[in-house]
């Protein structure tokens, strides 16, 4: 028992190295949480993995060099691919296939979709609160951007299109599937459903997606993705694509159950947390107090004085829920003064996160290795 304690502790040690890391914690819960992912053999598959993708020979040479085990290549193909299915590491797109580890979010516990148990999500709601939730938050580059309904915004606004979802949908040529939200089926799990929405379906992904390889996934057509997006709107998510000029995927969240929205509301100034490029404004003449934007907000950024709306900037991130439905058009997105431009790619983001991480000797020492198929 000890010994595979201390393999998953060496797991822990090789995870927070990753750019969202896997950091310790004084009561341990990190190690429960490994323990329910990682068997002692796939323990020491994952530490013969590395952030860059490795194929099965290089996994094969390192658990020789690292455990002094010798296995078949097929065998150990079948216990990579077995991994990866089970959503604890990441696979390559195509053939031959490369793999890589997973951070846990996003990531491990986005790809326990379908498998998560009430036991795993007390787990992780214990390990968020206890240490996670700093690290998730510790970058200035966070892994979503909160962007606004198109609806939300005045027409004399030329918006970015990294900002425009619907144009991301309509210009793509890439594959589109819709996935369940695994945030709203682990609160379900805890006895909390979801109170904003009963729509599950609501989480976008573009390309070769994982959730597809493991049947998690439908593919949609455009018109269906826009109206999935339509329907959020009406019921009240904000949209939170990938942090990135080519977004990955386009999550569709609420309040009580999204793990980065409720996350972030428990800092002081949840808004400096989430990139965004718009906030919203009252006018209060044209205000009436009818508090239907209250309901809208998810971010609880909306208050009410001497009957009219006020905004706490510290809270609001620009999703635009609060002026779509006010019948007074007292609400108003306005354009932040210093615009948030996502990195180019999902791996510009997380070199940009891993730069932010270390020292810039250490972060060029990294490049360098994985340029040349080496760990970190």
Do not use: W
């Amino acid at each position: 028992m000890n010994s595979n304690i201390d393999l998953h502790r060496q797991l822990q040690e090789h995870l927070d190295k990753l750019p969202i890391g896997f950091p310790r914690t004084e009561s341990g819960v990190e190690i429960k949480i490994l323990q329910h992912l990682f068997d002692t053999f796939e323990t020491k598959v994952a530490l013969c993995l590395s952030l860059g993708n490795s194929s099965v020979p290089t996994v094969q040479k390192r658990m020789k060099r690292k455990f002094n085990e010798e296995y078949e290549l097929d065998s150990l193909r079948k216990v990579l691919d077995k991994m990866y299915l089970s959503g604890s590491i990441n696979r390559s797109k195509k053939e031959p296939f490369k793999y890589s580890n997973a951070m846990l979010a996003i990531g491990m516990f986005e790809f326990q979709l379908g498998h998560l148990s009430k036991e795993f999500m007390e787990l992780l709601h214990q390990y968020f609160d206890e240490g996670f939730n700093d690290e998730f938050f510790r970058s200035s580059l966070p892994q979503l951007r909160a962007s606004p309904h198109m609806n939300a915004i005045v027409p004399e606004y030329n918006i970015a299109t990294y900002d425009n979802m619907r144009k991301i949908v309509q210009e793509t040529n890439q594959t589109i599937a819709v996935a369940n939200c695994v945030c709203k089926e682990g609160e379900a799990l805890l006895g909390k459903p979801c109170k904003q929405s009963n729509d599950i379906e609501v989480c976008i992904s573009f390309g070769a997606s994982a959730y597809l390889d493991r049947g998690q996934a439908r593919v949609i057509s455009k018109d269906e993705c826009l109206n999935i997006m339509d329907r959020a709107e009406k019921e009240g998510l904000v949209l939170q694509p990938g942090n990135s000029l080519q977004p990955f995927c386009i999550c569709l969240c609420c309040g009580c159950c999204c793990g980065v929205l409720t996350s972030a509301k428990k800092y002081g100034k949840p808004a400096e947390l989430i990139a965004h490029n718009f906030y919203a404004q009252v006018n209060d003449e044209a205000c009436n107090g009818c508090t239907l934007c209250l309901a809208r907000c998810q971010m609880d950024a909306i208050l009410m004085d001497d009957s009219k709306a006020i905004i706490d900037l510290d809270k609001c991130i620009g999703c635009g829920l609060c002026v779509t439905t006010c019948k007074k058009e007292a609400m108003h997105l306005m354009e932040t003064k210093k615009k948030t431009v996502p990195p180019k790619n999902a791996v510009m983001l997380y070199l940009g996160i891993l730069n932010e991480k270390v020292s810039k000797q250490k972060m060029m020492g990294s490049m360098l290795k994985l340029l040349l198929g080496k760990q970190l």
